[in-house]
Each structure stands twice: as C-alpha cells, then as structure tokens.
C-alpha cells in the first residue's frame, strides 16, 4: 500500500506523488540525500587542515544521528573502542552530539575556579574519539550541560561558563573544521531561560573567547541553543548576534523526551496520527523554517525520542509511525537531527545493536523493539492519517511486518549459532 509523503510548501503540508511502503530490514539510514560539499571528511585526521565549512553546508552535511552520554560521567569512555564508530559508520549515522557535563569536566560549582584536572580529563577524552569520527566520516559536535548555573544563572556562572568554552576552544583549536560547538545542550526551567537578555549576553561572550582563540575557531562552526528549547525561542535570540555570520547555526527540540498520551498537550501523539496530532509536529518545523528566513541562520534539531520516555504510554506501533512521520517532515524541511540517545539503540560495550529496550520512568514501562524503529526512521511514505476506518487496518500489517522481521532475525541468529 502506498501513502502520500508530506511535503513543506510555504508552510502547508502537500502530498507528493505515492512511494513505496514503510520499508523494514537491516538498512543503512540516509534519512535525505546530502548535498555534495568541498570538504568531505574521509580520512581527515586530528591535525588535518580542512577548508572552512559555511553553516549552510554544515547543516546539508550532518544528516542524522545521536546523542551521546560519553562525557556525562567521568566513566563514559571506559567500555569505549574505535569499532562503535566504525558500526555507526555502517549504519549511515552521520553526526554525533558529545553532550558534556560542565559540572564535572571543568566547573564543579558556580564559586569555584576551574580544576584542572578534570578539564585535562575532558580534552584527553575528546582527542581520544574525535580522530575516530572524523575517519569515519562522523561530525562531532560537542555541547555544554550545567543545570545549577542555567538554573541560576549567576554572573559567576555566565563568566566559567565563558570561560569553559574558552578552554575547550584553545585545545582543540586545530581540530578540522567538521567539529562543532553547540553552545547548550539544553535550556531548562530556570533564571537563564527566563531572561533572555542574560541568554545573550552568556551567547555573545562564549562566541567571542572561543573565535579570539586561535586556530581554526574563527571560522568554525558554532551551533547556538535556543533559548527556551523549542523552536518558537529562537525569536529571542539578538539579531546583532547572527546578522551576516557564516559559521553559525542553531539548535532546537521538543521532543526530547518523546511524544505522549497528555491530552491537549503540545507532544500529544496517538495511533497513527490524527491531523491534529501531525499539525503539531508541522508547526514546530515551520517556526524553524521561519526564523531561518528571516535571521538567514540554519538549524538543527539536536534531540528527540519516538517514544515516552517517562510514562511509555506510546506502543510499539505508534512510536514507529511517529518515528516515520517526524523523520519525513524533518527530510521535506532539510533539517538534520539528533536522536536521543545512542545508548538505548547501541550497546558500547558489547558493541552490538539493541534489539530490545525496556522505556519508561514510570511503574509500568514498556519494553519495545529497537530495530524497527531504527527502519521506520528511513520510511518511504508516511502512515496514513489516522481514521476510525483504516486505524486499525494499519496497525494489523505493521504487526504482520514486524512479525516478519523478527522471524527474519531467529532465523539468522540461528543460522549463526548453527555455523558456529
């Protein structure tokens, strides 16, 4: 059965010509096809001298991938080895978010000057990885977490926050220019996101020290947070910060903690999809849309979930037809994401693909299957609308497709036990 893809014209969703059916398998992701650009990344190196990359082909050229915990604990790296790259790269992920925790590589509190050793920590990490990425045509791009100063927002704060870009900046100032700075991580309840002067304040100084640091910084990318998460934020954002520059983009979400089941709720997502429940997700790509018009700064959606991640209140199939639907605006609309996270889909220590994931905060989670998900994120069509008539038509053959696929599995597990 064929549906019709939803398409981004002057901010009406339009059907395209049919494609073909949700498709399921062992599939390498190329969520769109990327732009052909001068300065492609095989094979470059750490101490490798790439041209500068614009903003406007930093965001053709990131496609999708994840965020990572590597450096939200002073533990990420342990069970870490250049083969996780090397299975992304297989997978066709492109771009990895290193979310890093300031509050304890650098800053442990708003009134204490920077340790040392934990920042030595943090850059010895980065060089251990990067080189990896980049030989896996990987972008890193690394951002900062520190909930007490966003949520305080002290002028102490703002000033190590500055200050941490500054240090991060000078030692990797060499590094190619596929790197990236995304300036937050994310921007939560608290002074910070409520005060968006001060936002741009801590913005404008943290692009000054890390663009006055030497190296390819003044040219890199810097990917700025918006100031309140989702996209409807970014309006906030001083114009005399983004007029005329190349190198800088933003970042937006909102759904980093999945779609749900609250009614009347921004993220409300049920079945298939009702009209209703697509508009929502239409909307938040057209503000992006919409504010990149007028600032000329392209964006990127830096994480996301297809599932509940508190209350699991998403099936199986509905987190596969959000997944679809999500994935094929983001594609009509040419902005690339982070999926959140890595460690839910991909085990690092045992260097394998997830097949089963237990989601959920709440008493009751739910266990779904991984790889579909990664499959519907590549869908050919979306799911059709949702209606009481062929609702549940829909959800009968993605079980049966399901089914398939996990017979396909057994039997290749089978197969390679039996070899063995």
Aim: glycine share 6%; with cysteine; proline share 5%.
């Amino acid at each position: 059965m064929d549906y019709p893809v939803p398409r981004q014209i002057q901010g009406a969703m339009l059907p395209l010509q049919s494609a073909s059916a949700l498709l399921l398998g062992s599939l390498v992701l190329s969520p769109w096809p990327f732009l052909q650009t001068p300065h492609g990344i095989l094979g470059a190196s750490a101490t490798s001298s790439s041209i500068p990359i614009t903003a406007a082909d930093y965001q053709a050229s990131i496609g999708w991938g994840f965020d990572t915990d590597f450096f939200k604990s002073s533990t990420g790296l342990k069970k870490y080895t250049s083969q996780v790259m090397a299975d992304l790269k297989a997978k066709g992920v492109k771009n990895l978010r290193l979310r890093t925790r300031g509050d304890i590589f650098g800053f442990r509190s708003s009134t204490e000057i920077v340790d040392t050793a934990s920042m030595e920590e943090l850059i010895k990490g980065y060089k251990s990885i990067l080189p990896d990425m980049y030989g896996n045509d990987i972008f890193p791009i690394i951002s900062w977490i520190n909930d007490e100063s966003e949520k305080q927002a002290l002028d102490t704060q703002g000033q190590n926050f500055v200050e941490w870009w500054r240090k991060v900046a000078v030692a990797l100032k060499d590094e190619p220019y596929e790197l990236g700075f995304n300036l937050f991580t994310e921007i939560g309840l608290g002074n910070l996101k409520d005060n968006p002067d001060k936002y741009n304040d801590w913005t404008r100084r943290a692009i000054l020290a890390i663009r006055s640091s030497g190296g390819n910084n003044a040219d890199r990318i810097i990917i700025l947070g918006a100031p309140a998460k989702d996209a409807d934020s970014l309006t906030s954002i001083d114009p005399a910060i983004t007029t005329g520059q190349l190198y800088l983009m933003a970042e937006w979400h909102l759904y980093a903690s999945g779609p749900n089941k609250q009614v009347g709720g921004q993220k409300f997502w049920e079945g298939a999809g009702s009209q209703e429940d697509r508009e929502r997700v239409n909307k938040i790509f057209r503000d992006a849309v919409a504010w990149t018009a007028s600032s000329k700064i392209p964006t990127w959606v830096g994480a996301w979930m297809p599932y509940d991640n508190i209350d699991a209140s998403l099936t199986q199939e509905e987190v596969e037809a959000f997944a679809c639907y999500f994935t094929s605006v983001a594609r009509e609309n040419n902005i690339p994401w982070s999926m959140n996270k890595l460690d839910n889909f991909y085990d690092v220590r045992t260097k394998t693909w997830v097949q089963t994931q237990e989601i959920g905060r709440s008493d009751a989670p739910v266990t779904l299957s991984m790889p579909p998900i990664l499959d519907a994120l590549e869908c050919t069509s979306a799911p059709p609308v949702q209606t009481e008539s062929n609702h549940e038509i829909y959800l009968a053959q993605r079980r049966v497709q399901q089914s398939r696929s996990r017979s396909q599995y057994r039997h290749q597990v089978h197969r390679g036990l039996a070899v063995h």
